[in-house]
């Protein structure tokens, strides 16, 4: 093999273990996420007046845009709430409450913690002392609201297998290409057709994941996937710019094949 095609293909060798990398660091993993430390007003708490905001501590930073802080009375109406700030650090999230008169009152926040992961969550406080109403079937019948729809769940499994699936094609690719490239530099239609399907497959499955990721974040269906205005506040996750890395990357991998003089005419051949 000449030193041309040596030095090309430990770059495309590179690029692909780059690749493979980003994928499963990107994969679902039993890492610990943002867990509520506090709140105020504090769970099943009862208050002499309406509080004039309520305040979500978490353990580690979560990204504001993609909060979401929900209010409920004892009827099941939302009160409109001012929008998510940050606190005192970037753990803290706050949300301004109108004045409220006396009853049971449920919170329902989702948050996105720094790996991109969502979390759900709820509590109920209750403002004076007569009228009291059971918090828990409360909030039992308003929580389904903070969650996203299970087919982005579902959705998101498919996007993960696909892009894994990807990676595996790619790398058993390029091991094909090593061995099947002859001296003229020809490679094999095999080799070329399970690299390039592998490379579609990770593409495919890197952009599906991240816009269902935005989907996740905002509580939304499918079809939010392609809601650009979320795609920036994803991208500032961790998991989101890994996505976004690793698309990057394999536009790299393929600019290498299609503007290498010596092998694009080798590489489209059927």
């Known amino acids: 093999m000449n030193c041309a095609r040596t030095r090309l293909l430990v770059a495309l060798a590179v690029i692909v273990v780059a690749v493979g990398a980003v994928g499963f ?36 930073g979560v990204s504001v845009p993609l909060t979401s802080i929900q209010l409920f009375d004892s009827d099941k109406v939302s009160i409109e709430l001012g929008p998510p700030t940050s606190g005192a650090d970037a753990s803290v999230v706050e949300a301004s409450v109108p004045a409220l008169d006396d009853g ?44 996203a729809d299970p087919s982005v769940g579902r959705a998101l499994g498919i996007a993960r297998f696909a892009a894994i699936l990807g990676v595996v094609l790619l790398l058993g690719g390029l091991f094909m290409v090593m061995m099947s490239a002859d001296d003229s530099g020809l490679i094999g239609w095999p080799a070329r057709r399970v690299m390039w399907f592998g490379w579609a497959g990770v593409m495919i499955g890197s952009l599906a994941n991240f816009g269902l990721l935005a989907a996740n974040a905002a509580g939304g269906s499918v079809g939010d996937s392609f809601d650009s205005s979320l795609w920036g506040d994803i991208a500032d996750t961790r998991t989101g710019g890994l996505l976004v ?23 489209w051949r059927t």
């Open 104 to 147: 049971t009152f449920a919170v329902i926040w989702r948050i996105s913690s720094a790996d991109g992961h969502v979390i759900t969550g709820a509590f109920s406080f209750q403002v004076g002392t007569a009228g009291a109403a059971d918090g828990t079937g409360l909030i039992d019948s308003v929580a389904s609201g903070a969650k």
């Open 245 to 267: 890395a690793r698309v990057f990357l394999l536009v790299l991998f393929g600019g290498v094949l299609l503007t290498n003089s010596r092998y694009r005419e080798v590489w």
């Open 25 to 60: 660091s990107t994969s679902p993993t039993a890492q610990a996420h943002a867990a509520l430390e506090s709140s105020s007003p504090a769970p099943s708490s009862v208050l002499e007046q309406s509080p004039p905001l309520i305040s979500l501590d978490f353990d580690e």
